[in-house]
């Protein structure tokens, strides 16, 4: 993604020089509609693009650090938050930026993504257990929201009209309480084993914002005065709040497991 976008940018700038570099970009980043036909603006992934390149990096880092002994292996936790968290980033630039050849391609994508949420949510409690087989028995509860989430997402989904996702139907509407029940526990877990100090308040505060911006509830809403049409909306809102809740509980897991340390 990143040589696709410095390529488009030197293409703008330095003209046929870099031809094919537009030639790839384009598709990223001026398609109206998905493979289906639904709306897309133009920024819709852009910024989980850079974070999951950002992530992408950091992972690797802290894994190889680990890995030639730079680090203690107590920050394995640490980079298990960061490999869900590119997880889940990863599957959403995928959905929104790869200009699908198909439905199949599409929808698989969409599952990936609704999927790796349940991860994303599950990442923070990663750093606050200690004993083994209770880290396992937290990692089996998202391994099994995300295998319910899995089965209850529509195969059928991305053949659905636009307006009709404003609806929450019975599987929908399931998947949304459990996976809204799974982030409110990890939450409190969250809070429970930081002490519900500043970093975390903060954290809680700008996700339980995304909640309310999330799809399943901002499909509804207007539209504001800093949306522009064909630009951004309110997914993009909700990318970017989410983003910021991260940052806050990353730099909160650090700090756990640097007092670890």
Known sequence: LLVLFFCHAVSVSRGPQCRLGMQLSTPLLKRKTYVNGWHRPALRGVLHGIVALALFVLFLGYGFAILIGLLPKLWLRFTALLGAKLLSYFCSAVLHLYPHPSMESFNFW?????????????APTAV???????????????????????????????????????????KRSLRTVINSLFFVWCLLFCGMGYSFQPLWIIGA??????????????????????????????????????????LAFCMMAYDVVLAAQ
């Not at 969409?110 to 599950?122: P, T």
């Not at 509860?141 to 989904?157: I, M, R, S, Y």
């Not at 005065?225 to 064909?230: A, D, F, M, Q």
Request: proline letters at 3%.
């Open 205 to 246: 505060l700008t996700y339980s914002l995304g909640f309310f911006l999330a799809p399943p509830f901002s499909r509804r809403y207007s539209q504001m005065p800093w949306h522009v049409s064909g630009v951004n909306g309110w997914h993009e809102d909700f990318h970017l709040v989410v983003a910021c809740g991260d």
């Open 128 to 170: 606050f257990l200690e004993d083994a087989r209770l880290w396992l028995l937290q990692f089996a509860g998202v391994l099994a929201v995300a295998g319910w989430t899995h089965v209850l997402v529509d195969n059928g989904l991305a053949k659905a009209d636009e307006s009709d996702l404003k609806k929450l139907d019975r």
């Open 110 to 122: 969409l599952r990936m993504d609704l999927v790796g949420i349940s991860f994303a949510v599950w």
